[in-house]
Each structure stands twice: as structure tokens, then as C-alpha cells.
């Protein structure tokens, strides 16, 4: 009999915060880059064509003395029934002998280190005292890159939202966002939650029409969309800005116009998923990518093994495809935060 | 909050017998024959090298709704210390929602779905009569071998165990195979306990010191080592043997004499990971596979597609990989006898 330990959504809601977030998504990219993680292939199929698919990422933490996988699911008609689209679980193994050691609900946990995620690349590449934020996309997964961002990226003060198909899905979008931001706990442990609502009500949220316009002032602009073609065009930006795409993560999908990676910085999660499967594949396609602008690991230059940004004019880009370590290191630290708090249930199989 | 429900090893066992996992497993190959089921890209990777491995099996029946993985790690080293090698998990999924439906203790499930396919091999390809039977391989794997095959072919009576390495594990193993096999129910709905041991006392099991004699009487041959060399050559078997081949898993396993696939007929349960992966990939590799001798998947011949076996002198082989579809279905069938029997927990995550 093999006891598991069982984090349901809430469990993980009532552990995870940014700050302990980010710090596991960056422990991972680091892992990553110093050879003491692993990524096994991933798995990405259709399930129902159009209609639902799923995922299957799976890896090694040798550090952690723990593997496992992430299985998620996308059924986009569930929201119309009032169902989560989003739904999956992670499995993390022992390394010590292979037994079980915990399962744990993937939706909280996913939004929470895709939002670190796309924070991390505006952390480490956009300019200093970047204060003007675009956010291209308005779903789900948009409230947790804002939130992660502006935790942070302390010098930001103004964040437009974009919605490429509706003007008013913005707008209704950051109707809400000050309550939606103040659910996503900045720090559970040590600083006050009157902090993290200051920094909020600091913020101004703008919906934007046309990005043209908005592009002369953004210092770092994230896209977070299923789009499977360019939305922001190399014309519009100007010099000095950062992009954290987080949206491509299969083959076909594209947010950025492949031309703006020529003569960018460009870093990413994985260097391999990024040419297949992240932003950088129509760049690599259209034989934009040469070894200049090549993606490093972003583990590399939280490391200080390699510069990012050498100059304010730079165009800097971070192609986060989403990588199994992130939802390992977060589970980890889950697990350790649930054994010493007693939360979840246990199990014997 | 998502209702799963977790069956213990216990849980299965009080379930699953011979008869329905038999049932289960033909059911697999028929709804991939019929493309009403999917198989998903297989993973497999060494954890700790020449140490522990794992592997990743997925895939989706369209008749049952629903999709899903199984995650099997295997640490040999664990049963110097009492613990069991092989461990793992089955993850079963709403294929109408994504929500996740049971996760289920693979130990139990693994061995009776894998001893199911190499009997459904000998019962659909074997000579109608065939008396004598050989098990290469004596590990924990092989009970469930012989269980089945007793079951699903009665003309069988004599049994040898050879273990390729050592002659007095083959005689340790069957000193009690007896006992072990009883274990093991062969139904336990509706036929009696006491039928099942009549049957195994009727069977002579003898071990075997060398194979070459024993090859001019047995009938079927079942391959169950993780052998990475052939064990069985083609100067020492007779015409009309059948052989089920179910140790090769993953690149570089071999049980089979290459030679032997030269003019056989050959069945499996996925045609691409039997040339990748299983018995036939060094057949493959020496250039034996050719139009008339290329695997056909077995479930075309249990739903009476094709012909198996033409002439009582032809050799049979039935190449079994291993896929997620039997311990989808297995898990289907155990999931709804679960909720019929109130078995199991049930725990919202």
C-alpha cells in the first residue's frame, strides 16, 4: 500500500502565492541550465478535432530526488456549460524507488507558474524602470500575467489589455481586474495584504482599441492568446521593447510577426521545444533565426552566465513554451508546504 | 471541485480475474482495429541509468468516452529491500469534459493485462490441441502467463519454466507455481473456485535445463525476460510452434532469434511500436520483414479479418508491445464494476 498525498485546487490556492511562484519557476529554469533536471518528450494531441486537446508534460528534478508528468486538458465548450476548460492533474514520483507521492489539481498551479512565467522574462530583459505594460489577450490565463508582472516588476504603473478579436471583451476584462488581481495573493507568509492592494490601486488599466498607438509606450508587452497568426507587426514597435510570449505552444500558433526576431535577444524556456513548438518556430521557418539571435535558456541568464539586454534600444524576447520543470518545482514545494501544514488527504493504493 | 475515485491494488484484485481482463484486453485490440481507439506517442526514458526506468502509454476509446495514461516506473533494485520493482499509475479521463474520472494502483492491472495478451497470442495462434507449453522467463511477470494461458487454451497439460540465467530459479519458481497460480481467480462471478484448481492440478509443470529438447515437444512458447539477445534460435524449434513475445518493450530488446520471423506469420498489437520497439524491430533491422511476413495487428484477427495460422506446420508469432488501450479498457471495466460495488474512495480535488 502506497500512501499519496491529494492537493485539491483549494489546498494548492491556500499554499501558492507570486512570490513563492516565481522563486520555483525560476529554481526550475535554473535546474534546467545547470544539467540537474530533465525534459522527457512531450505529448500534445487532439482529442476531439477543434474541439478539446490535450497535453502531456513530463520530466526530472535530480535535485528534488523527483519525476512526474502534468496531464492537461483544453475542452473550450465547457465554459458555455459553466465548467473549467482547463482541467488536469500532476503525478510526482519518488526517485529514491518510484512510488507515488502526490497528486495534484493542475488548473490553480498552471495559471499560477504560466503567470510567473511570463513575468520572469520581464524581470530579467526589459528595460529598467519599465513603467507601461501591454497585455495582448484577455482570457483566463491574463489576470495571472498581470498579477505575477506587477509583483515582480515593481517600476510598472500603467497596464493596457488588448483583445485582438473584441474591443469590449478588454473593457469588460479590466472592469473587474483590481478585485480578480487582489485574489492572487502576493506573499501568503511574511508581507501584508494591505501591500499588495496599494500596489494595485496604483496601477492605472487601460483598454486599447488599436495597439498601434499603445506600442509607443510600452516598455514590455506579453501575449497570451491561442492566435495562429502574427498580432503585433515589427512596424509598430519601437526600439527598446520586450516581449514574454506565452500563447505558442504547439505547432501552428504564432503571436508575433516573424520579422521582429531579427536582430532580437531572444531567450526561452527550452531551446528545442521553443523551435518547434514555442514562438520561435516561424521565425526558424522563415530563416530568421541565425546564431546571433538564437534562443538561450533563460536559466542561463538568471544564472549570470550570459547577459540579456546589452543596450536600451534592444528588442528582447522571452518564448516561454511551457516546460514540465515549472510544474515539478512548484509541486515540490507544494508537497513539502502540505506535509508541514497537513493539508490535502492521504491515501493508500 | 472534480470527483475521482482511487482503487487500490487491494480494489483491483477484488475485481479483475482471468476471464474479464481476457475479455478486456480482446476488446482493446478489436476497438483499435476498428479505429474506434487511438494510441498517443509512447515515452520512455532511464531515470537513473541501468537502474531505474519509467515509460508513458496514452490513448483515447472513442466507444468508452474516454482517454487516459498510465505512468509504470520500474527500480529492480527495490525488491533487494522488500519493495516492489515495478509501480505506477493508471489516470482515466471524461473524454465529454477533460475532468479527470479514477486514478487506479497499476501494479495488479499491469501484470493481468500483460498476462492476458500473451494467452489471447497462444489461444488466436496456436494449433488447435497444443498440449505443451513453454515460459521462458520466471520472474513476476510469468505466473500471470501461465494463468491465463490455462485458462483461455484447457488443451494445455504440461508447463516448463526456463530461466535463461539460472536452472534453480525455474525450479524455485514452479516449487510453489501452484499456490501462486490459485492467487490468481479465473472468475469470480460465476464460475467455482474449485474448478480453477482442478485445472491447475491437472497441469505437470517441469523445469527445464536446456530448452532444445523441450522445443521438439512444446506447442506455444511464451517470452517474458528482459532479454536483450535471442534466447530461442531457429536451428532448435520445430514446425507449427507458436510464440508469444512479450518482454520486448523499448529499443534494443530481443528474445527471438531473427531468423525465426523468416517465413512466419506475425501479429501484434501495434504494427508501428512492434517495428520500433517490440520482437519484430531486430527482424526489421536484419531485413527479414518483408510483405507477406509484416505484422498484422491482432485484433483484424480476432474480429475474423484476416487468418492467423494457414497450416498446422506454419510459426506463429504474436509480437506483444504492450498498449495503453488494454489498461484503458481494463480500467473502464473496473471503474464500472467499482461504481456498481462501491469500491474504492472517492475524493474531490
Known amino acids: 500500500m502506497i500512501p499519496i498525498r491529494f492537493l485539491s485546487d483549494d489546498d494548492v490556492k491556500s499554499i501558492l502565492d507570486i512570490r513563492n511562484t516565481v522563486a520555483c519557476v525560476e529554481r526550475a529554469y535554473v535546474l534546467k541550465a545547470k544539467q540537474r533536471a530533465r525534459l522527457f518528450p512531450s505529448i500534445s494531441e487532439d482529442l476531439i478535432h477543434g474541439i478539446a486537446d490535450m497535453d502531456i508534460k513530463s520530466g526530472l528534478l535530480d535535485e528534488d530526488d523527483l519525476y512526474g508528468l502534468k496531464l492537461v486538458s483544453w475542452f473550450g465548450s465547457n465554459e458555455r456549460i459553466g465548467l473549467p476548460a482547463l482541467t488536469g492533474l500532476v503525478m510526482v514520483f519518488d526517485l529514491k524507488n518510484g512510488f507515488p507521492k502526490a497528486i495534484i489539481n493542475a488548473r490553480y498551479l498552471t495559471a499560477m507558474r504560466t503567470g510567473a512565467a511570463g513575468a520572469v522574462g520581464v524581470k530579467h530583459l526589459a528595460n ?60 501568503q507568509y511574511t508581507s501584508s495584504k494591505e501591500h499588495w492592494k496599494h500596489r494595485i490601486a496604483a496601477v492605472q488599466f487601460i483598454p486599447v482599441e488599436n495597439p498601434l498607438k499603445v506600442l509607443e509606450e510600452a ?71 541565425h546564431e546571433e539571435n538564437k534562443p538561450t535558456e533563460i536559466g542561463h541568464l538568471i544564472l549570470g552566465d550570459v547577459k540579456g539586454r ?40
Open 128 to 187: 529598467p524602470d519599465s513603467d507601461v505594460l501591454l497585455v495582448v489577450g484577455t482570457g483566463f490565463q491574463a489576470v495571472f500575467q498581470i498579477a505575477a508582472t506587477l509583483s515582480e516588476v515593481p517600476t510598472i504603473r500603467k497596464v493596457y489589455a488588448f483583445n485582438p478579436l473584441r474591443y469590449d471583451s478588454a473593457e469588460k476584462f479590466l472592469s473587474s481586474i483590481r478585485s480578480e488581481l487582489e485574489k492572487i495573493p502576493e506573499d
Open 310 to 349: 546589452k543596450k536600451d534600444t534592444d528588442i528582447t524576447i522571452f518564448d516561454s513554451t511551457g516546460i514540465a520543470l515549472q510544474d515539478l518545482a512548484v509541486s515540490r514545494f507544494l508537497v513539502s508546504k502540505a506535509e508541514e501544514l497537513n493539508l490535502g488527504r492521504v491515501i493508500h493504493l
Open 219 to 289: 516598455d514590455a508587452v506579453i501575449t497570451v492568446t491561442p492566435s495562429r497568426k502574427p498580432l503585433i507587426f515589427k512596424e509598430w514597435i519601437r526600439p527598446g521593447t520586450h516581449f514574454s510570449c506565452i500563447g505558442a505552444d504547439m505547432p501552428g500558433k504564432q503571436e508575433l510577426d516573424v520579422k521582429i526576431f531579427d536582430g532580437a535577444v531572444v531567450f526561452t524556456d527550452d531551446a528545442q521545444q521553443s523551435l518547434t513548438v514555442g514562438e520561435v518556430q516561424c521565425a526558424v521557418k522563415a530563416g530568421l533565426i
